[in-house]
């Protein structure tokens, strides 16, 4: 089994809410099938904490719980928020 490092990480962050909405469906698809949460973020390419609680937010609420928020549907796909967004003399 090959082992990932941080690098072949993908950043949710990046992802429009919409991709990132599926990305946590298929988490919780894989976990349906019995893969283990180590096997599912390998799987991903995303680390343990995030798929564990991507199925925990699941397990406790639900699909709704795995909606995207009103503050990253307010962003719309841009992907990033004003406060990660860099800083540069036109939007400064």
């Avoid at 429009?16 to 469906?25: D, G, L, S």
């Avoid at 349906?32 to 699941?58: P, W």
């Amino acid at each position: 089994m090959r082992v990932r490092n941080s690098v072949d990480k993908n950043d949710a962050r990046r992802l429009t809410p919409a991709e990132q909405h599926e990305r946590r469906r298929q988490v919780i698809r894989a976990h349906k099938r019995g893969h283990t949460r180590t096997q599912i973020a390998a799987d991903a390419g995303l680390s343990y904490t995030a798929v564990s609680k991507t199925i925990d937010r699941y397990e406790s609420g639900g699909m709704a719980a795995l909606a995207p928020s009103a503050e990253a549907a307010a962003r719309g796909s841009s992907g990033c928020s004003a406060r990660n967004r860099k800083r540069t003399p036109t939007n400064a």
